[in-house]
C-alpha cells in the first residue's frame, strides 16, 4: 500500500554509479563512493543539495547534474553517462521507456508536485467562458494527469473504461463548455504565458511555478490532490536499484528530516510520500 505523508516526487539522474557496474556489488568489487544525480532545478536539486550532508555521514559523496529539460536526464542515464535521475514522475517513466526502450527501473518514489490550473482572467474553473481556450504542455505523458484534473473539477467527462493516465484529448466523452485545448507549448514555458496573460486557463506543473515565483497554493484555480499517481522517483538503469549507494540515497530522501523539510520548505506546493 502507498502512505501518503506529505506527497513524494519524479525522478532525476544520479551519476557515478555506473562505476558499480550494473548497479552490482559482486563478490571483489569496489563500490563507488560517488554518486551524481541528475536533477530539475525546483525542487529536485534543492532537496538533493539538503540530503548531501546526510548521505555524507553514511559515507557517500553525492554530486548533482542540473537539467532544464525532460530529455537529456533519461540519455544521459541509458548512455552511462549518469547512475541514476530525479525529475520525472511515474506515468512519464514508463512512458519514456515504451517509446525509447530505456531498461530503467523506479527505485523508489520521493514526492509529487501537484499540477494546478491557472488564470489571470477568471477566479475558478466555472467562470471559464464557453469556448475558453486552455494552455497545456505538449507532453502527451501529461494529458492524462490534466484531463483527470478536468474531469474531477467537473470540467469535462473522460470516456468509460479509458486508463484515467493514459487518457488524450481524443477520450473526452463530454465538453459542455465546449473549452479548447492548445497544447504546443513546452512545459517548462507555460509560467511566462500565465503571466502574461495569455489563453483564458493554463496547466502548470508546480516545479515550474515555484520556479517562476508562482505559488501553486496561493496563486491557482485548481489543484491536483495528494492523491495524485504521479510521483517523482529516483529512476536508475535496472540492476542499479539494489546497489548500496541508490538505497542509501533513497532511504535519506524519504527520512523525517527530508519530508519536514519539504513541507516547510514548499508549504504543500511539493508533497513528500512513503511506499510500502
Request: hydrophobic share 35%; with cysteine; glycine share 8%.
Amino acid at each position: 500500500m502507498k502512505k501518503w505523508i506529505a506527497g513524494l516526487l519524479t525522478a532525476t539522474s544520479i551519476f557515478g554509479l555506473a562505476a558499480c557496474g550494473n548497479g552490482g556489488e559482486s563478490e571483489g568489487s569496489t563500490e563507488s563512493k560517488e554518486i551524481v544525480v541528475g536533477a530539475s532545478n525546483v525542487p529536485h536539486a534543492e532537496i538533493l543539495e539538503k540530503a548531501q550532508p546526510l548521505l555524507e555521514e553514511k559515507g557517500y559523496e553525492l554530486k548533482i547534474e542540473p537539467y532544464q529539460d525532460y530529455i537529456f536526464p533519461n540519455k544521459d542515464l541509458a548512455n552511462g553517462d549518469i547512475d541514476a535521475n530525479y525529475f520525472q514522475h511515474i506515468p512519464y517513466l514508463e512512458s519514456q521507456k515504451e517509446e525509447h526502450g530505456y531498461d530503467f527501473v523506479n527505485a523508489g518514489g520521493i514526492h509529487i508536485e501537484p499540477i494546478g490550473v491557472y488564470s489571470k482572467k477568471y477566479d475558478s474553473l466555472k467562470e471559464l467562458p464557453e469556448g475558453a481556450t486552455i494552455l497545456m504542455s505538449n507532453s502527451v505523458a501529461d494529458h492524462g494527469r490534466i484531463l483527470s484534473l478536468l474531469e474531477k473539477e467537473g470540467l469535462i467527462t473522460l470516456k468509460d473504461g479509458v486508463e484515467k493516465t493514459k487518457a488524450t484529448l481524443e477520450d473526452i466523452k463530454d465538453n459542455p463548455k465546449n473549452i479548447q485545448f492548445d497544447y504546443e507549448y513546452e512545459a517548462a514555458l507555460l509560467p511566462e504565458y500565465y503571466k502574461n496573460g495569455e489563453g483564458d486557463a493554463v496547466l502548470i506543473n508546480s516545479n515550474y511555478a515555484i520556479d517562476a515565483g508562482i505559488n501553486p497554493l496561493e496563486d491557482s484555480i485548481a489543484i491536483e490532490k495528494s492523491d495524485s499517481p504521479y510521483v517523482n522517483v529516483i529512476a536508475v538503469q535496472k540492476g542499479d536499484e539494489d546497489n548500496k549507494a541508490v538505497k542509501a540515497l533513497v532511504e535519506v530522501l524519504r527520512s523525517k528530516e527530508i519530508q519536514d523539510f519539504i513541507l516547510e520548505e514548499w508549504k504543500g506546493a511539493v508533497v513528500p510520500v512513503t511506499e510500502e
